[in-house]
């Protein structure tokens, strides 16, 4: 056996050893058998089979495929993942500050990160990398770039640019330790009404909401806050528990995990008195709030300290754990499930019985139960928190998404910021009549094809009919349709101009204003923020959804 399988080995074995050791009395020869196959098979392939055979590569789709089986969120992070792995978990990393993104064969800056290197030394959205550090960056994927891109702090990187209307430049800069913010944006909305977005549950991110609410008590009495956690996918669980904690009384029962392993089943209270547990508060959330931002919303639900807004949120009732492996790296294992106040486990999917070809169902109407809040209100499980108030999805046109899709929206932002060196503040922002017009011309000589559901429905039509062998009879008919449908097309532009003056005035302002920006120019148009406003200025009807009772 080669060193490199050996390593391999080691790292399986001894990866595996406490659960070996857990499972002793009932399943250790089954294991241990299983084990003794796999190393024997993995042994003969690599020496016999045809052609030669990488075994980390190997080992790490045997490794992926056996966790698969399992979940999604149960995950094997090799040494070389580790850094990608800790910004999930910190919300820093080391490296220029930027996000980018593939388009054709190189890639782009999408928007830096303000405060850091990338848009200190004048990156911009929009901006090619033709090389880095003397090597060409053609057919790079973004996660390869990235990789070139990070570094330790104070180790230097250059990138050759390439930016509309310019000769390709050369910028220089120093890596530095890159922290996202967990809390982009805080603020007044409207007189007393306090709004705090949250992007994850990263490290210290419950202190970070702590200090925004100490700042905005500062500026004025607080009359209601809103906290967003609307496509927040979670994070770390003593965060969510901390963050209860800020609206709730010291104590409280905020969550309970449960797993095989009966020593790790245990009670998360409220460890400290709270910050607020007063203020009207409303929880956001739509279909990708998961996990800890479950927990927050279900937690705040149960104990009826507020009332949640918005879509119902994704289903993810699983607890993970990392384990340290050999050789620096990971397994990310789920061990657990966990119980919101009221009892409930909101997982959606049930990765325990699969479906015989190996899918995976939501959990059967007929498992669903039914709980009650504090308040003595009827809530569900099995199927992530359903708001307490629903607001209606948008549906984005056909065309918007078209143009969204092929990155017009982008490039006409990226030529608006190369002609402007300033707007006004990104509140006040707004695309005018004369914009849209500029815009609407923009596109003349652009493509971006898109079909709409008359059409699509037009030309099943035409299929079946040419199935049955009737078209011929009413082709003039289907021509003359199909005509006036295009003649209506050209007119969607026009039909759907506030819907694109919203993206196109998001994508504009985020080039001055960067993320914070961009957060608070959506404000304006945002239905959901909106009717937690609305919400908010009726305290009889927050009282009301808090204690309304099904008899």
């Given at each position: 056996m080669n060193n490199t399988l050996k390593k391999i080995s080691a790292i399986l074995l001894i990866g595996l050893l406490p659960f070996i050791a857990i499972a002793q009395t009932t399943n250790y020869f089954e294991t241990s058998k299983n084990l003794e196959i796999f190393t024997d098979l993995f042994k003969e392939l690599d020496m016999y089979y045809v052609d030669e055979v990488n075994s980390g590569d190997l080992m790490k789709t045997a490794i992926d495929e056996m966790l698969t089986s399992l979940d999604?969120?149960?995950?094997?992070?090799?040494?070389?993942?580790?850094?990608?792995?800790?910004?999930?978990?910190?919300?820093?990393?080391?490296?220029?500050?930027?996000?980018?993104?593939?388009?054709?064969?190189?890639?782009?800056i999408s928007e830096p990160y303000e405060g850091f290197p990338a848009q200190k030394a004048g990156l911009m959205a929009g901006d090619k990398i033709i090389e880095v550090n003397g090597k060409s960056a053609k057919g790079k994927t973004t996660e390869e770039l990235s990789k070139i891109l990070k570094g330790q702090p104070n180790t230097e990187v250059s990138i050759l640019i390439e930016r509309k209307g310019q000769e390709p430049f050369v910028v220089n800069f120093k890596r530095e330790k890159v922290t996202v913010k967990s809390v982009p944006y805080y603020g007044f909305l409207e007189n007393g009404i306090a709004y705090i977005k949250l992007r994850s549950f990263t490290r210290d991110c419950s202190n970070d909401i702590k200090n925004a609410l100490t700042d905005l008590k500062t500026q004025q009495e607080l009359k209601g806050i809103i906290l967003d956690l609307r496509s927040n996918p979670g994070g770390l669980l003593n965060e969510s528990i901390d963050i209860v904690n800020l609206f709730v009384e010291k104590g409280e029962n905020i969550v309970i995990t449960k797993g095989k392993i009966k020593d790790w089943e245990k009670t998360y209270k409220a460890r400290y008195f709270p910050e607020d547990k007063e203020t009207p508060l409303i929880i956001l959330i739509n279909q990708n709030s998961a996990s800890a931002s479950e927990i927050v919303s279900g937690a705040i639900q149960d104990l009826d300290r507020g009332v949640v807004v918005g879509k119902r949120s994704y289903g993810k009732g699983l607890v993970q754990q990392t384990r340290k492996l050999s050789y620096n790296s990971q397994l990310k294992v789920t061990v657990a499930k966990y119980y919101i106040p009221s009892g409930r486990c909101i997982q959606a999917l049930d990765y325990s019985n699969r479906n015989k070809d190996g899918s995976v169902g939501k959990i059967p109407d007929s498992l669903i139960s039914t709980f009650k809040t504090r308040n003595g209100r009827e809530v569900k499980d099995g199927g992530g928190i359903?708001?307490?108030?629903?607001?209606?999805?948008?549906?984005?046109?056909?065309?918007?998404?078209?143009?969204?899709?092929?990155?017009?929206?982008?490039?006409?932002?990226?030529?608006?910021?190369?002609?402007?060196?300033?707007?006004?503040?990104?509140?006040?922002?707004?695309?005018?009549?004369?914009?849209?017009?500029?815009?609407?011309?923009?596109?003349?000589?652009?493509?971006?094809?898109?079909?709409?559901?008359?059409?699509?429905?037009?030309?099943?039509?035409?299929?079946?009919?040419?199935?049955?062998?009737?078209?011929?009879e009413i082709e003039e008919q289907y021509n003359l349709l199909s005509s006036q449908i295009k003649n209506n097309k050209e007119n969607d532009l026009s039909k759907n101009k506030e819907e694109l003056k919203e993206f196109l005035s998001d994508e504009i302002v985020s080039r001055y204003f960067y993320q914070e920006g961009r957060i608070i120019n959506r404000l304006k148009y945002d239905k959901e923020v909106k009717e937690a406003i609305n919400i908010l200025h009726d305290l009889n009807r927050y009282n009301e959804i808090l204690n309304k009772t099904d008899e």
């Open positions: 999604p969120y149960t995950t094997y992070i090799p040494e070389s993942d580790i850094e990608d792995y800790r910004f999930m978990t910190t919300g820093q990393y080391g490296g220029i500050g930027a996000m980018i993104t593939k388009r054709k064969d190189f890639v782009y359903i708001p307490d108030v629903k607001v209606k999805q948008d549906v984005i046109s056909d065309i918007t998404i078209s143009i969204i899709r092929e990155r017009l929206i982008f490039d006409y932002a990226t030529d608006f910021r190369l002609e402007n060196d300033s707007i006004i503040s990104a509140d006040n922002f707004e695309i005018t009549d004369n914009e849209f017009e500029k815009f609407t011309s923009y596109l003349k000589d652009k493509e971006y094809k898109y079909t709409t559901a008359t059409e699509d429905a037009l030309e099943i039509f035409k299929e079946i009919a040419e199935e049955e062998k009737s078209f011929y």
